[in-house]
């Protein structure tokens, strides 16, 4: 996963590169900005992935929208095939900076 820049203000959107062509046997691939430390785990997937964009099996790019000011993870998840709990498949780290005035 690569992101287009490291720093994007609260309400900007940043362009996110993936390549999820390993990722083929497995299915509901989402990418999502979180705060940083926040547990890899998924326990509400419909609030959890609520500001998140569908990925698919291959090289795509999507543009996602920051919302929280802060240290913060772009992470790419999926549920594996004959799976039932999301996992993380890549992460990258950003900052996420107070609205531009």
Do not use: C, W
């Not at 940083?36 to 609030?47: E, G, I, L, R, S």
């Not at 000011?69 to 799976?83: A, K, M, N, W």
């Amino acid at each position: 996963m690569s992101l287009a820049q490291k720093t994007v203000a609260v309400g900007d959107s940043i362009a996110v590169t993936i390549d999820a062509r390993a990722l083929a046997a497995d299915f509901d691939l989402q990418v999502v900005i979180v705060p940083a430390k926040t547990p890899d785990n998924v326990t509400n997937a419909k609030a959890f992935f609520a500001q998140a964009k569908s990925a698919t099996a291959r090289q795509m790019q999507v543009l996602l929208t920051a919302r929280d000011e802060g240290r913060s993870e772009v992470r790419l998840y999926y549920v594996p095939h004959f799976g039932t709990a999301y996992l993380v498949a890549a992460r990258a780290e950003i900052t996420v900076t107070s609205a531009a005035k």
